[in-house]
């Protein structure tokens, strides 16, 4: 049984197949188009990533049993060409809620659960709560637009200078650090009561399009004339306010049991679900890793799967690493077409070795080999790699590399086994959706990445999901007893996380990367 899941149609496309209850592929379409998509409403069908993930699944269109897509959908030509590309498939449509529940539920770890969906908004709703048993959920509560929690973010966003739909992560890096200056306003304006958030609308201008919409009375509060510009000394305190108060809603919204599962676009919130894990009434915490809308994708198979065909068998999201992946001969054909000069190593331990050298050296190093990750988050397989002790990684990184605030930090790499002999964190580390302390000892060694505090972004790896990374980490460990990497996403500045060879090319030659590896190919300026 096939069955392909289409998401994210309203920013963030995305396909998921599912094949015989295994997820083999998932791909944003972003990523081979190589652009990102705004959130400007209902877009295309997104035909590379249907296209690639049927490939990745070894089957042809003809072969789907279902299509299931999640809504919005753009108009009743999209029915009409999906029936026409998938001639023997049952076309099921589900809500944009029900996506995000699914998608975080069935692949979780629970047989009973609290699900809950937290976004801007999708079908009108910017929250669901969900309890679920077996293979059956429940809605048991839901908050409609204009009380979105997502969307005050999103203003807060706009207000400080950013993208709202796009850049909400910057805000929630520059929160940590800021204070509690303005968390009593936000959480006035966000009126939290036992039914959830009712968000005030005598803070915003119905006149105003820019910087939020806030209006009159907010400025009051803020102490600054209505309508300037937040000043720089304040911009991290304003973000701090409302990631605060964000934590606060979701805690309450959330309720009090054993097993909680997160998704939505606030579920990409690290902080976030750092709050829920230490502080909510739940025993267990699981989050969807690719919780925003490209996410809805895998919902939708797994929907479908439980639902349209009655499966029991439950889904494990053993990896995200669904995406291409390329043979030496593919690599090879696209080095020489770019006129590049490189060496091809013979074996693993040969990669591996040159590699800490690299590291050992000072020098910045990408890292390409294996599937392409679904999701904004690199795990180890189109990574950019430093080294801990180099005193300039992180500036070298954020300055000549990555482009950007200061304020953001890179993940700390480290091989699960060891974790706990230098940060505590919880299990959604393993895919880099919460943040971790770093243990007293080794603050100071790690005192780059650091947020605040002891705050640190934290990755662990496993030896039987990504084996050549985790024995990079030990390798480096061995060389310099210190078996952690400061780890990045391969992309440059508004890019997509590289995908093919060339890719990777192109981000190599344009930035301050040192060395390449893409496969078992090295290359090096």
Not at 136 to 164: C, K, N, W
Not at 323 to 331: D, H, L, Q, S, W
Not at 423 to 432: I, K, T, Y
């Amino acid at each position: 049984m096939i069955i392909l899941g289409i998401g994210g149609i309203q920013g963030d496309a995305a396909s998921a197949v599912l094949k015989d209850g295994e997820l083999v592929a998932a791909i944003e379409e972003s990523k081979l188009v190589r652009r990102r998509m705004r959130w400007t409403g209902p877009g295309p069908m997104p035909e590379q990533s249907i296209a690639t993930c049927l490939e990745l699944a070894g089957a042809s269109a003809e072969q789907v049993d279902a299509v299931a897509v999640v809504r919005p959908i753009p108009d009743a030509g999209f029915h009409v060409k999906l029936r026409s590309q998938f001639p023997n498939s049952r076309i099921l449509v589900l809500e944009h809620h029900l996506a995000h529940a699914a998608s975080a539920y069935f692949p979780s770890p629970f047989e009973e659960a609290t699900v809950l969906a937290l976004d801007r908004g999708g079908d009108l709703r910017c929250a669901t709560r969900w309890q679920a048993s077996g293979t059956r959920m429940a809605i048991d509560r839901e908050q409609y637009l204009p009380d979105s929690i997502g969307d005050l973010y999103g203003r807060v966003t706009e207000l400080l200078g950013f993208h709202a739909s796009e850049d909400e992560h910057k805000v929630q890096w520059l929160s940590v650090g800021g204070d509690d200056r303005y968390l009593r306003l936000f959480l006035d304006i966000v009126n939290l009561s036992e039914q959830g958030a009712r968000v005030d609308r005598s803070y915003f201008s119905t006149e105003r399009l820019r910087r939020g919409g806030f209006g009159a009375r907010f400025y009051d509060r803020l102490g600054l004339a209505d309508g300037n510009a937040i000043p720089e000394s304040e911009r991290a305190h304003v973000a701090a306010g409302i990631q605060k108060a964000v934590e606060e809603a979701a805690i309450r919204m959330a309720g009090e049991g054993r097993n909680l599962c997160l998704a939505g676009g606030l579920g990409l919130n690290a902080l976030l679900v750092s709050a829920l894990e230490r502080r909510s009434g739940f025993e267990n915490v699981f989050v969807q890793p690719v919780s925003g809308n490209a996410g809805t994708a895998i919902g939708a198979v797994l929907d479908a799967w439980h639902g349209a065909f009655r499966q029991e068998k439950r889904v494990a999201l053993d990896t995200v690493c669904l995406g291409p992946a390329y043979g030496a001969a593919e690599i090879k054909q696209a080095l020489e077409n770019c006129k590049l000069r490189f060496r091809y190593l013979l074996t693993a331990e040969e990669v591996i070795d040159t590699a800490v050298a690299q590291l050992n050296d000072n020098r910045i190093v990408a890292w390409m080999h294996g599937r392409m990750e679904f999701g904004a988050r690199a795990l180890g397989n189109r990574s950019i790699l430093a080294s801990p002790l180099d005193p300039y990684s992180t500036e070298n990184l954020n300055a000549f590399i990555k482009h950007r605030e200061p304020f953001r930090k890179f993940a700390a790499s480290v091989p699960s086994e060891l974790c706990g002999e230098y940060f505590e964190v919880g299990p959604n580390a393993r895919f880099l959706s919460t943040v971790g302390r770093v243990r007293p000892q080794h603050r100071e060694r790690f005192a780059a990445a650091i947020l605040a505090g002891d705050l640190v972004r934290v990755h662990t790896v496993d030896r039987q999901e990504n084996p050549l990374y985790w024995k990079l980490l030990h390798a480096a460990g061995k060389a310099t007893g210190l078996p952690v990497l400061y780890n990045t996403s391969f992309n440059l500045f508004g890019e997509p996380l590289v995908c093919s060879p060339r890719d990777a090319v192109r981000s190599f030659y344009s930035s301050g990367i040192d060395a390449m590896f893409v496969g078992h190919f090295f290359l090096q300026k």
